[in-house]
């Protein structure tokens, strides 16, 4: 037995020397939930003021262009206001006015639903068959595509409706085609049986920009549906019927809603056409000259305000019927 484990047994060992563990470091309190560093919230701040400082022209825009207009014509709208003199308040006399002795207000509401009514869906159909004749994968597309656009930059300018006006007019070139076969005609322009037909061709003629929608959802639509219709016998009718217009429900309800609301907002070529003043016998007063000229030639400015704020609801009255209507005849994938 050593020496060692005798003392071990006896306890005669000495204690070995305590070494002390050092003392922890006092614990760093984690910042509450849901706080941030003072520099972090500072910078977030500077952020913010500079994003705030480069909005700031769109929000003088925005009040000073819009809100703003849009509230004084509001308010002009119940007031008897010439541009004259101080606007004063009538209250409800203009709307009753519009809804009970104006019978221009009736023709003017009337001849711009036609237009509305007959022109959109023309002007709907022609747009997608010539998206349907483009879509074959004919040489050089973009070149037609371009040309076939071009009506819609220009079918709203002054230039364009001097040209329809000249056109159909009573020495223009449709007479000028007709007396090659031994007709005369007339001043298309002049009778108010067909004023109103020349600028239903007109809007019908602006058909860009609804069919680069349609070529562009035409192009959209997988090929393979079509082979797979093929193979079972489908004929052109049919896969048209069953695939393409199902699938281009979408784009046909996008095109109607901005066609309509552009409809009846129409001016230039009334105004054009007619020489201003809606003809012959009101059959070309489209609604916004009728306001215009309450407006800015009779300068019945509240009672122009008015109109402007009941043509306001009939389109947001025409848009949400649309979009109601819409849940039973557009199809979006697998949903209807």
């Known amino acids: 037995m050593t020496t060692e484990s005798r003392e071990l047994r006896s306890g005669s060992v000495s204690e070995v020397p305590r070494v002390d563990s050092p003392s922890p470091k006092p614990a760093v309190a984690a910042p509450a939930s849901g706080s941030e560093p003072s520099g972090s919230v500072s910078r977030s701040r500077r952020e913010a003021w500079a994003a705030y400082l480069f909005l700031t022209p769109w929000f003088v825009g925005l009040f000073l262009i819009t809100v703003g207009p849009i509230a004084a014509s509001l308010y002009l709208s119940f007031t008897d206001y010439s541009l004259l003199e101080e606007a004063k308040w009538i209250g409800a006399d203009n709307y009753s006015r519009m809804f009970g002795a104006d019978q221009r207000f009736w023709t003017s509401l009337k001849v711009t639903t036609i237009y509305v009514v007959v022109s959109v869906p023309l002007q709907l159909a022609f747009a997608l068959a010539l998206a349907l004749l483009l879509d074959r994968g004919l040489r050089g597309l973009s070149f037609y595509r371009s040309i076939y656009y071009l009506p819609s930059l220009l079918g709203g300018s002054v230039a364009i409706a001097i040209l329809w006006r000249k056109i159909f007019g009573a020495e223009g070139l449709i007479n000028a085609a007709l007396a090659v076969f031994g007709i005369q005609g007339s001043s298309y322009v002049n009778d108010p049986d067909t004023a109103l037909g020349t600028l239903i061709l007109l809007h019908v003629w602006t058909f860009g920009a609804p069919m680069v929608i349609f070529l562009a959802g035409l192009r959209q639509i997988p090929s393979s549906y079509y082979e797979a219709a093929a193979i079972d016998g489908a004929g052109t009718f049919q896969r048209f019927r069953s695939i393409t217009l199902p699938l281009l429900t979408p784009i046909i309800f996008f095109n109607l809603v901005l066609e309509v609301i552009k409809s ?68 979006y994938g697998d949903s209807k």
Not at 323 to 331: D, Q
């Open 264 to 331: 009846f907002q129409s001016f230039t070529q009334s105004f054009i056409v007619s020489n201003g003043g809606g003809g012959p016998n009101d059959a070309t007063l489209f609604y916004t000259l009728y306001l215009y000229l309450n407006g800015f030639k009779h300068y019945d400015m509240g009672y122009a305000a008015a109109l402007a704020w009941v043509l306001v609801l009939i389109i947001a009255g025409l848009t949400g019927v649309n979009f109601l209507a819409s849940k039973y005849w557009v199809f």
